[in-house]
């Protein structure tokens, strides 16, 4: 959104809608990962589904909708769509070893 803006489109509410959303979600994701029991096996799983989305979409032209701006900037949109992913899934997968060491150091003292 941000970039097809700097690209000479404009902003509507619902780009600040879908941005200020989206922002919250991955706050809340960050927030709550310490309350949860997730499995290695279920983030596994969950990055190879969300790669497996960001595949589909780019493969087939099925992503989600781009300002006209950005038409001609689909594999650039793809490789930051498949960046954003990776670094997702890095800080899920920090954010699990942090919550396991906490979770062991409880143990410990227990």
Not at 5 to 29: K, P
Not at 32 to 37: K, L
Request: charged fraction near 15%; include cysteine; glycine fraction near 4%.
């Amino acid at each position: 959104i941000l970039w097809g803006v700097a690209q000479g489109g404009t902003m509507v509410w619902q780009d600040w809608m879908l941005i200020a959303s989206h922002t919250a979600m991955a706050v809340e994701a960050l927030l709550f990962v310490r309350f949860f029991s997730c499995k290695w096996i279920a983030l596994c799983l969950a990055a190879l589904w969300t790669l497996l989305n960001d595949t589909m979409d780019y493969t087939y032209g099925i992503y989600p909708y781009l300002p006209r701006t950005l038409t001609d900037d689909v594999t650039q949109v793809r490789t930051f769509t498949y960046m954003l992913t990776l670094v997702s899934i890095v800080a899920a997968w920090l954010a699990m070893l942090a919550r396991n060491r906490k979770v062991s150091s409880y143990r410990e003292l227990a």
